[in-house]
């Protein structure tokens, strides 16, 4: 099952107005891994995210899905392979009802109309939104929003899923069952995220990145406990891993 | 200043009204987009072909309207009320018709009517059926399944995927705006109408924001293999129904614009009565 790897050599980007993105990025995702990209605003977390479906080229170094280099040919089928959810649903649901915005991509691909009936219910089944088949997109609440928008690209059945904060402006039920969705997927999971108890609850491993560059990569157990590091790049200790204030006071 | 923010939250209100209404189940609801799409246009075409001088013709067609309204249960001042916001500009097109066309039409009591008088009150009735019915077919519809059926007889696709997108975001670019409006009224603690100077800047955020979203919406269309076609399923399925409720509203509009049936009435009324 190699094609469901991620890797990235020597990774560098640098936006037109010359602000330094990305320098020297290096990693290696494997098959079936949930890897939390963590770091402070601007530190390179979507620019990374992109450039793994090819919405951006590498200028230098190279990314690898699968065995697949990420080239303007290749672009097809990386995008079949890799299924991105963005930070905002109302991006991604540009369609007026959910029915429609689930066969957007199946239709793209060529499905026949039986066929993108039966995935548009098949996938909206697996994320708990079946019933939201009829809806007008512009309708539904922040956490339906989420669930449907991540059924438009399971919809087109991706082996790796990126993600920006997926569980950024949900409410705290709504977080939870989204937590627990994307625990039951077994997919190779990239979420960039600032919500580290989510990190810990989803993701085995985690990459620190500080100014475009990596600045720690390991197991997330050890990651975020290391307040050192979570101090140098914005970040928190997860509330989880933090004592109680009401039966720890000093 | 309170005026201000309600004012546009209820703009929003009554945009998304129009759509709820399509989500309800009624005889009317339930017909195909496309037979209720065709009879329409069918209806809008009977109703602009009257000459300017005509009235008591164009009467007998406020049925069609009146019918959906009654059996979809739309809520009937609703409709008017959005009929009427546009109507100023109907009557600043007409108002002009008495003061240059004083023929005299006819003479009623020795009051004399002048064809300029009676061409702007033709303007206004056809005014009144055709923006009315076209509300009410949103009302019994739904704007996206009119964009289908638009797409399904053959209108070309630039058109029908724009509307579709527009209506798709207007409420999101409405809200940012009135989230950007918000911010400032809430900054102004004495009200005071929006400077020429402010009120460029905030058009010119609400731009950008919208550039930025369509850039990003772009990027989320191509991740999902779209090649520039958008692809539309079209799940409708025609039953007896839609077919008989095209054919017999079209058989009485062409019964109305060919057969005087206010006249027809008026002597029936007049030979009962007298």
């Given at each position: 099952?190699?094609?469901h790897?991620?890797?990235?050599?020597?990774?560098?980007?640098t936006?037109?107005?010359?602000?330094?993105?990305?320098?020297?990025?290096?990693?290696?995702?494997?098959?079936?891994?949930s890897?939390?990209?963590?770091?402070?605003?601007?530190?390179?977390?979507?620019?990374?995210?992109?450039?793994l479906?090819?919405?951006?080229?590498p200028?230098?170094g190279m990314?690898?899905?699968?065995?697949?280099?990420?080239?303007?040919?290749?672009l097809?089928?990386?995008?079949?392979?890799?299924?991105?959810?963005?930070?905002?649903?109302?991006?991604?649901?540009?369609?007026p009802?959910?029915?429609?915005?689930?066969?957007?991509?199946?239709?793209?691909l060529?499905f026949p109309?039986?066929?993108?009936?039966?995935k548009v219910?098949?996938?909206?089944?697996?994320?708990?939104?079946?019933?939201?088949i009829?809806?007008?997109?512009?309708?539904?609440?922040g956490g339906e929003?989420?669930?449907?928008?991540?059924?438009t690209v399971?919809?087109?059945?991706?082996?790796?899923?990126?993600?920006d904060e997926?569980t950024?402006?949900l409410?705290?039920?709504s977080?939870?069952?989204?937590?627990?969705?994307?625990k039951?997927?077994t997919?190779?999971?990239?979420?960039?995220?600032?919500?580290?108890?989510?990190?810990?609850?989803?993701?085995t491993?985690?990459?620190?990145?500080?100014e475009g560059?990596?600045?720690?990569?390991?197991?997330t157990?050890?990651?975020?406990?290391?307040?050192?590091?979570?101090h140098?790049?914005?970040?928190?200790?997860?509330?989880?891993?933090?004592?109680?204030?009401?039966?720890?006071?000093? | 200043m309170?005026g201000?923010?309600?004012?546009?939250d209820?703009?929003?209100?009554?945009l998304?009204?129009?759509?709820?209404?399509?989500?309800?189940?009624?005889?009317?609801?339930?017909?195909?987009?496309?037979?209720?799409?065709?009879?329409t246009?069918?209806?809008?075409?009977?109703?602009?072909?009257?000459n300017?001088y005509?009235?008591?013709?164009?009467?007998?067609?406020?049925?069609y309207?009146?019918?959906?309204?009654?059996?979809?249960?739309?809520?009937?001042?609703?409709?008017?009320k959005?009929?009427?916001?546009?109507?100023?500009?109907v009557?600043?097109?007409?108002?002009?018709?008495?003061?240059?066309?004083?023929?005299?039409?006819?003479?009623f009591?020795?009051?004399?009517?002048t064809?300029?008088w009676?061409?702007?009150?033709?303007?206004?009735?056809?005014y009144?059926?055709?923006?009315?019915?076209?509300?009410?077919?949103?009302?019994?519809?739904g704007f996206?399944?009119?964009c289908?059926?638009?797409?399904k007889v053959?209108v070309?696709?630039?058109?029908?995927?724009q509307?579709?997108?527009?209506?798709r975001?207007?409420?999101?670019?409405?809200?940012?705006a009135?989230?950007?409006?918000?911010?400032?009224?809430?900054?102004?603690?004495?009200?005071?109408?929006v400077s020429l100077?402010?009120?460029?800047?905030?058009?010119?955020?609400?731009?950008?924001r919208?550039?930025?979203?369509?850039?990003r919406?772009?990027?989320?269309?191509?991740?999902?293999?779209?090649?520039?076609n958008?692809k539309?399923?079209?799940?409708t399925?025609?039953?007896?129904?839609?077919?008989?409720?095209?054919?017999l509203?079209i058989?009485v509009?062409?019964?109305?614009?060919f057969?005087d049936i206010?006249?027809?009435?008026?002597?029936?009324?007049?030979?009962?009565?007298l």
């Amino acid at each position: 099952m190699s094609h469901h790897i991620v890797q990235a050599e020597d990774l560098h980007y640098t936006y037109p107005d010359g602000k330094f993105a990305l320098q020297g990025l290096s990693f290696l995702i494997t098959h079936g891994e949930s890897v939390a990209i963590i770091g402070a605003n601007g530190a390179g977390k979507s620019t990374l995210l992109m450039h793994l479906n090819g919405v951006i080229l590498p200028q230098k170094g190279m990314v690898r899905i699968g065995e697949m280099p990420v080239t303007r040919e290749t672009l097809p089928n990386i995008r079949r392979t890799v299924g991105t959810v963005f930070q905002d649903s109302d991006d991604q649901l540009f369609m007026p009802t959910v029915f429609d915005d689930v066969a957007f991509g199946p239709l793209n691909l060529g499905f026949p109309k039986e066929e993108v009936e039966k995935k548009v219910r098949e996938t909206l089944e697996k994320v708990g939104a079946l019933h939201l088949i009829n809806r007008a997109t512009h309708r539904l609440s922040g956490g339906e929003k989420r669930s449907v928008a991540i059924a438009t690209v399971l919809a087109m059945a991706p082996d790796i899923l990126v993600m920006d904060e997926p569980t950024s402006n949900l409410d705290p039920k709504s977080r939870r069952n989204l937590i627990e969705l994307l625990k039951s997927f077994t997919h190779t999971k990239i979420i960039a995220t600032h919500d580290l108890d989510m990190a810990m609850d989803l993701c085995t491993r985690t990459i620190v990145l500080s100014e475009g560059k990596i600045i720690a990569d390991g197991p997330t157990s050890d990651i975020l406990i290391n307040e050192q590091l979570l101090h140098k790049s914005h970040l928190e200790k997860p509330l989880s891993l933090q004592g109680c204030p009401i039966c720890n006071k000093k | 200043m309170e005026g201000d923010i309600s004012k546009i939250d209820n703009i929003l209100f009554n945009l998304g009204y129009l759509d709820l209404l399509a989500y309800r189940d009624s005889e009317i609801h339930r017909v195909n987009p496309v037979a209720k799409f065709i009879t329409t246009v069918v209806y809008l075409f009977f109703v602009i072909s009257f000459n300017r001088y005509e009235i008591k013709m164009l009467l007998p067609f406020s049925i069609y309207p009146l019918f959906l309204i009654l059996r979809a249960d739309l809520p009937f001042g609703y409709i008017l009320k959005k009929v009427l916001y546009v109507s100023p500009f109907v009557i600043m097109v007409g108002i002009f018709n008495p003061i240059f066309d004083r023929h005299i039409f006819f003479s009623f009591n020795g009051i004399n009517i002048t064809s300029g008088w009676v061409s702007f009150l033709s303007i206004i009735i056809k005014y009144f059926l055709t923006v009315t019915t076209v509300i009410v077919l949103i009302g019994v519809t739904g704007f996206y399944n009119l964009c289908y059926a638009m797409n399904k007889v053959g209108v070309p696709k630039v058109f029908s995927v724009q509307l579709l997108f527009l209506y798709r975001y207007i409420f999101l670019i409405t809200e940012e705006a009135a989230r950007m409006t918000r911010a400032r009224e809430l900054r102004t603690p004495i009200s005071k109408p929006v400077s020429l100077k402010v009120y460029g800047s905030l058009a010119g955020h609400l731009l950008l924001r919208s550039i930025n979203r369509a850039e990003r919406i772009h990027r989320s269309m191509i991740l999902r293999g779209f090649d520039g076609n958008i692809k539309i399923a079209g799940r409708t399925s025609y039953r007896l129904n839609d077919f008989i409720f095209m054919s017999l509203w079209i058989l009485v509009f062409i019964f109305f614009r060919f057969f005087d049936i206010s006249d027809f009435i008026g002597k029936l009324v007049l030979k009962v009565f007298l």
